[in-house]
């Protein structure tokens, strides 16, 4: 059963568009809808929604979309609700719904250091996303204090999580960029590395600094890059050539600019782990002799660990800040409590613990196929009706207020913080984010000043239109709802 993909594989990553993709991506800045003060019956809403969606503009447009009361079976507005979509970032409703019903708010997820008789010791993780360099530190203070000078054999322990490293379904431009790191049973830093730019005089390359010196030593670098006149455009392109070696940096940054930084996911998330422990264990005096990555049954008694924060805080930056790499660690961790089964990999299990979580739930499991947690598969597919189920159904349970707060609030937080500001929506709507080329969705939950609370979902595909004129005329289907009336 394969374990992580090939360095080899991961060493294909090559023409990275970083600034580009990182806009496509995580754009969410469309300008906000004009505000306005006015009323409307739910009779009057199929209508309302129609003129928007019925555009000359939307001619080509696919829209699903879902409007109901939050405690009733009521529809007030359907459109192809019960088809599928690319749901982009929407996903992760499905996947922070079924973990936090598992789980529950206060589930950690801790990584640990063993001692092993000889000198020898073993570090275990299991898939920690907030794991960082002041962790690892804290680890290394514990170790001092047990009275621990010498390591002579480390053991990083990755078999807590099996299978690839990255999702075979996404895309190159994905995965070479810092939104699509590899997950593994060690994730540190959000397993991206990260490089500046800094500009020289004109036509002088730019300097290179590394974040981590470490780094630096991994890679031949062909610096192709060159400092420009002041106010001109800065843009910076990454490549990795074949052999996983050789990065190769082109571009420009302008002479009067700030440094330009580039991030990067980690070829080896196992030996990038390795590197910043050894580093941490200096810091505190304790010398280590050799590493490796294996599976370790001699586990003996614990020195030292380190915990995430609860699963309510990791919710928060999984769904308000839409963070790919907490998604899929969180899909992993919810196989953690299952079987595991020959063939299946880690990520297998956590999908099929999924579904039967929102059964649960009471989510059709016709309305949805998953392929990962985070939503960057092109191969994911959910209706509008799954969506609002899922919505509906973690409302009803008693980790309800958990979950509404991990969502962005309209014109206030996450990717919705410049979002339909100074319009009735700002401040009484949550709700997710999405967006891949030609994939945009919102849901989430209204609280209309005049009429009862409502779940949405709105989704568009197939679209040549820019993402933020879709943005838009979705911003204006959810202020329509904010105004609402019983009449």
């Known amino acids: 059963m394969p374990r992580k993909i090939s360095l080899g594989l991961m060493a294909l990553f090559i023409s990275v568009q970083v600034s580009v993709t990182q806009q496509l991506v995580k754009a969410q800045t469309p300008t906000a809808p004009t505000p306005t003060t006015k009323s409307i019956c739910p009779a009057e809403l199929r209508t309302a929604i129609d003129t928007i969606v019925n555009r000359p503009l939307f001619n080509r447009v696919r829209w699903g979309i879902l409007v109901k009361p939050l405690s009733s079976v009521q529809t007030l507005y359907s459109r192809d609700a019960e088809k599928y979509f690319t749901p982009a970032s929407n996903a992760k409703l499905l996947t922070t719904a079924a973990a936090l019903q598992q789980l529950g708010a ?15 010791f073993t570090v275990v993780g299991r898939g920690d996303p907030s794991l960082s360099d002041t962790q690892l530190q804290s680890l290394a203070q514990q170790l001092k204090q047990k009275g621990i ?3 002579s054999q480390l053991i990083a322990d990755d078999s807590y999580i099996q299978g690839d490293i990255v999702n075979s379904t996404w895309q190159w431009e994905d995965v070479q960029s810092n939104y699509g790191a590899p997950v593994n049973s060690f994730i540190l830093n959000q397993n991206v590395f990260g490089l500046k730019l800094i500009p020289q005089t004109v036509g002088k390359t730019p300097q290179l600094l590394w974040n981590d010196p470490n780094e630096a030593r991994q890679w031949l670098i062909i610096n192709q890059s060159v400092t420009v006149a002041a106010n001109q455009p800065s843009y910076i392109d990454v490549s990795r050539d074949l052999t996983g070696k050789v990065l190769r940096i082109k571009g420009q ?5 700030t440094p330009y930084l580039v991030e990067l996911p980690v070829v080896d998330p196992n030996y990038y782990f390795l590197r910043r422990f050894r580093s941490a264990l200096s810091t505190e005096k304790i010398s280590l ?7 370790s049954a001699a586990n003996q008694q614990e020195l030292a660990a380190v915990q995430s924060p609860p699963l309510s805080q990791l919710l928060i930056e999984t769904n308000q800040n839409s963070n790919n790499l907490y998604a899929e660690a969180l899909l992993r961790t919810l196989a953690f409590k299952q079987p595991r089964l020959q063939n299946k990999t880690t990520a297998d299990i956590g999908l099929e ?7 649960q739930l009471g989510v059709d499991p016709t309305g949805y196929v998953l392929v990962d947690a985070s939503g960057l598969s092109r191969r994911n597919l959910i209706t509008p009706e799954a969506l609002v189920q899922t919505l509906q159904g973690i409302s009803k349970t008693p980790v309800a207020n958990v979950y509404r707060a991990s969502l962005p609030v309209a014109g206030k937080s996450g990717t919705l913080r410049n979002r339909l500001r100074n319009t009735p929506a700002e401040g009484i709507v949550q709700a997710k984010t999405g967006t891949l080329s030609g994939a945009i969705s919102l849901s989430g ?16 595909n197939q679209s040549g239109q820019p993402a933020s004129v879709l943005r838009q005329a979705i911003d204006e289907i959810v202020v329509l709802l904010t105004q609402l009336k019983s009449c």
């Open 253 to 257: 940054v302008a002479a009067n600019s």
């Open 106 to 120: 206060d589930f950690r997820i801790r990584t640990s250091v063993y001692q092993n008789g000889n000198g020898n």
């Open 149 to 151: 000078t010498q390591i």
């Open 353 to 359: 613990a999924i579904k039967t979580n929102l059964n």
């Open 289 to 295: 002799g050799t590493t490796l990555v294996a599976s």
């Open 445 to 460: 939950y209204v609280n209309p000043p005049t009429y009862e609370p409502l779940v949405f979902s709105v989704m568009v």
